[in-house]
């Protein structure tokens, strides 16, 4: 005798098959899903951030017709690259690996360059020129193979972190955008961030640009998304400060130990035009340094 399945027994077990046809798709989903060229290039910049190490710059010997260098073109034009960059970078606003690395290092050796844009500019060199001067090598203020030497062989912990946004974060309060007149910004109640995006750049010390670069179409103001950072360092200093010289020249903040000993770098925007700062201590100190405040 021939024994049949019955028909309720078909019916009963279809949607099992159903549910088994759908999870042997899903992980194909997925994986369409995760191959975003957006993704895959912030990952290969976070490898490269990771794993850079110095490279000479490019001679500039091979001159332009029209006069420009291929190589940089001095801390000039390359002072004002540091804030953000809207919509795709152009070629010389692409961070550089080696220039993000040694940022981040020199921020959590307490030489800071600013902003960490991985461009360089004035502030990186300022603060490179006060880590040569702590460390008793050459005083250039450039991106040497000495200099990432001694940043790299005191520090091999990773740059880049992993940081959740949390609800606070994405809370603000935000003001949108600022009026660029500056009667019109004195108006204003309280002068904070424009959104979510430029208080997580400011909180780990990077420009907008780089943070779009590693996270790439992030929704800044969602709580619960995990992002790629710099990881900076404690904000305590491992000495004790006991002077602290600034030079308006400069723009800069020096700390010392009682040894005389350079225990950190600051740029720092001191006084302007309308209300400068004075250059010398009111009780005499620093009088000697002309444009410099020892306190």
Request: charged share 25%.
């Amino acid at each position: 005798m021939i024994i049949r399945p019955s028909r309720f027994a078909l019916l009963a077990a279809l949607p099992l098959l159903a549910t088994a046809a759908c999870g042997d798709r899903e992980p194909e989903r997925a994986e369409t899903e995760a191959a975003s060229p957006a993704s895959d290039e912030a990952s290969r910049l976070r490898q490269s951030i990771e794993s850079a190490t110095f490279t000479p710059p490019a001679s500039d010997e091979g001159e332009a017709a029209d006069g420009e260098t291929s190589g940089d073109q001095g801390s000039d034009a390359s002072t004002d690259r540091g804030g953000a960059v809207e919509g795709e970078l152009p070629e010389d606003a692409r961070p550089e690996p080696a220039m993000v690395r040694a940022q981040i290092l020199l921020d959590r050796t307490r030489f800071s360059p600013g902003i960490i844009d991985g461009l360089g500019g004035e502030n990186t060199r300022q603060a490179i020129a006060a880590f040569q001067e702590a460390n008793d090598l050459e005083v250039t203020g450039e991106l040497s193979a000495a200099v990432f030497e001694q940043l790299t062989s005191g520090d091999s912990n990773r740059v880049l972190t992993d940081y959740t946004i949390t609800e606070e974060d994405a809370a603000g309060p935000f003001i949108g955008e600022l009026p660029e007149d500056m009667e019109d910004l004195g108006d204003l109640e309280t002068v904070g961030y424009a959104d979510a995006r430029e208080a997580l750049a400011e909180k780990f010390h990077m420009s907008e640009a780089l943070l779009d670069a590693l996270n790439p179409g992030v929704d800044f103001g969602r709580a619960g998304q995990t992002i790629v950072v710099a990881s900076t360092g404690p904000a305590e200093l491992d000495g004790e400060v006991a002077r602290i010289v600034v030079n308006k020249n400069e723009s800069s903040v020096r700390a010392f130990d009682a040894d005389g000993e350079l225990l950190a770098f600051y740029p720092a925007t001191i006084g302007s035009g309308e209300t400068p700062s004075p250059s010398r201590h009111p009780h005499g100190a620093g009088r000697r340094a002309g444009a410099q405040l020892h306190l």
